[in-house]
């Protein structure tokens, strides 16, 4: 019996199309990440079966309480990548300085940095979560790996993805040519590709943010979402759908799915001035993953995968989605509208 295209065979494929020559190592580099997110994947599906629902009690460098599954995901990620021999150092959400991989193991010349669980308000309620990644090259794999080794802008990145934990396990990776999706088959343990080449649809009438936040947001923001509460009397003439999930890799799964924007905008708030969302391992990646199927991810001032990185933790305001809609959204911070 015949099953589809693996992420092994394709990411081998691919790797003939566009590096002939290559070390195999990137392939092998994938296929290590597909193993650490099939692994989360069952400690998630298992919740409180396996006992990794609620806090662990402890604080991340956010200051978030950290959830059992943020822990285990991190530590996941870190056995499941540092002996491979393909990286240099890791980074995450939930650690607050760079892993340089342990002396005992071979380095490579990749940088990892991931946010092990994406939408951890979400784990204890049964909500969809994911894990994201990106990949840097180390500018200098021959010495020892420093912070600013990884300082480096999103279009610097030599593949980025996510793993959602929904309904279907998901794997959804760009490597630069092209965004293509990945269903785990739970009966053979493999990753199949189901969504090659996804292209985000130009325009939209949905959109996400949180609004409860609406009172503190920047006003072009404010401006824009009144337009479209307004409906087909409005500005905008057309009636939008609102969206908020609270799992960052849910939301542009959706849009990469179907189209729509994603608004996690600055506010007036001490801890949201800068935005809320992280641009190393969520702004980046999934605004390389967008710019991929067509779409756009800007700040409201500036394309986000530009951005010079001044610290690993830095948080950026993401605007990212559909082409059409962000062009519209960017014109209400020109105050062109
Ligand atoms: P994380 O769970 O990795 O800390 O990320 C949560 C992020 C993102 O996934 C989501 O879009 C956003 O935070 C939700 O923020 P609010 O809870 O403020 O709505
Ligand atoms: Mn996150
Ligand atoms: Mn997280
Ligand atoms: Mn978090």
């Known amino acids: 019996m015949q099953h589809g295209t693996t992420l092994t065979q394709f990411i081998i494929e691919e790797q003939r199309r566009h590096a ?3 070390s195999g190592d990137f392939s092998l580099l994938l296929n290590d990440l597909a ?32 959830k059992k599954l943020d822990v285990i995901a991190n530590e996941v990620v870190i056995g499941s990548m540092e002996w491979t021999g393909h990286l240099a150092a890791m980074a995450s959400e939930e650690m607050e300085d ?32 994911g894990t994201i990644f990106s990949v840097l090259r180390s500018p200098d794999p021959g010495r020892e790996p420093r912070l ?3 300082l480096q802008p999103g279009t610097r990145q030599v ?6 934990y929904g309904p279907a396990t998901m794997l959804v990776l760009s490597t630069g040519h092209g965004v293509h999706g990945f269903t785990l088959d739970p009966g053979i343990g493999e990753f199949i590709l189901t969504h090659r080449d996804i292209r985000i649809p130009e325009r939209t009438a949905e959109f996400a943010i949180n609004a409860a936040n609406q009172r503190f947001w920047e006003p072009p923001v404010q401006r824009y979402v009144a337009d479209c509460l307004a409906g087909e009397e409005g500005p905008l003439g057309k009636r939008y759908n609102m969206r908020w999930i609270a799992s960052m890799v849910a939301e542009v799964h959706r849009i990469l799915m179907r189209g729509g ?6 506010d007036r708030r001490e801890s949201v001035r800068s935005g809320k969302l992280r641009l190393m391992y969520e702004a980046n ?3 390389f993953l967008v710019e991929q199927a067509g779409g756009r991810a800007i700040t409201g001032e500036e394309r986000i995968l530009e951005i010079q990185p001044q610290g690993l933790h830095q948080r950026v305001p993401v605007i990212l989605g559909s082409r059409e809609e962000v062009d519209r959204i960017e014109a209400y911070h020109r105050r062109e509208a």
């Open 20 to 22: 002939a020559g290559a």
């Open 35 to 66: 193993t650490a997110c099939k692994t989360i994947a069952h400690a998630v599906r298992r919740g409180e079966l396996a006992g990794v629902l609620g806090s662990a009690g402890t604080a991340n460098v956010q200051g978030e309480t950290q």
């Open 98 to 129: 760079i892993l340089p991989v342990p002396a005992a193991y071979p380095r490579g010349k990749y940088l990892l940095l991931f946010d092990p669980l994406d939408g951890s308000s979400n784990i204890d309620v049964n909500v969809s979560v």
């Open 148 to 150: 600013e080794d990884f």
């Open 159 to 164: 593949c980025a993805g996510y793993a959602l």
């Open 261 to 266: 924007v994603f608004l996690y905008p600055r």
């Open 285 to 287: 990646p999934m605004g």
